[in-house]
């Protein structure tokens, strides 16, 4: 009985996961989706079977914690759906016997990028999916007249440290360079100067 219950959360975690907000991007392969690292930002459902008292919805905070009744603080940012939901079961272990737990993504205000410099629309944009340059480019309405378009940066943070990732709009138009076209991560800054 107990697997049976197990094996319904399990399949109540993923049919909310891919029926929510996510499936916005119904054209991205689920299991890029189910590898989505959670970011700080992002809002998440966190709920217990049969104890409504524990059901409620987070905000991952800027630290990448959030804060659960009898689970305390515990690393979001970073994990997927899946591992936040083990690690939160295995807390829980302590004071519930064999409880089933349910995340998911309610909102994914944690993944975005910023584009801006010469573009028609600068601003921060959502990543409902996986986005390379050029769609940023893209969402951000395209560039201006004076874009120095073999110029712009890609601008990454990774363990502290600022990179400048080089982007040369000519190349990648003509079909030469693609691998600079790279996918983007939550938090990159397109600069068009």
């Known amino acids: 009985m107990l697997k ?26 689920n299991s890029v989706m189910g590898s989505y690292p959670i970011q700080p930002g992002d809002q998440l459902a966190v709920s217990v079977w049969k104890e409504d008292e524990m ?9 990448g914690f959030i804060t659960i009744p009898l689970v305390g603080e ?14 939160i079961t295995e807390r829980l272990n ?11 993504v309610l909102n994914l205000s944690g993944n975005t ?5 010469h573009v028609n629309r ?10 390379d340059v050029m769609q940023a480019l893209s969402m951000a309405g395209g560039t201006s007249t004076y874009a120095a378009l073999n110029k712009i940066k890609v601008l990454r943070r990774e363990n502290g440290k600022l990179t400048a990732i080089p982007f040369e709009y000519g190349d990648v138009e003509k079909g030469k360079h693609l ?6 991560k939550a938090g990159d800054v ?4």
């Open 179 to 184: 691998e600079q076209n790279i996918l983007l």
């Open 4 to 29: 049976a219950l197990k094996l319904l959360g399990t399949l109540l975690s993923l049919t909310i996961l891919f029926a929510g907000p996510l499936a916005l991007a119904a054209e991205t392969d």
């Open 55 to 63: 059901s409620q919805q987070v905000t991952v905070r800027p630290d």
């Open 94 to 104: 302590k004071f519930i016997p064999d409880p089933v737990v349910t995340v998911s």
């Open 113 to 117: 990028v910023y584009v801006l410099g």
């Open 190 to 193: 397109v600069v068009v100067p």
């Open 122 to 131: 600068p601003g921060v944009f959502p990543m409902v999916r996986n986005i």
């Open 74 to 87: 515990i690393r979001a940012a970073g994990d997927t759906i899946e591992t936040l939901r083990q690690q």
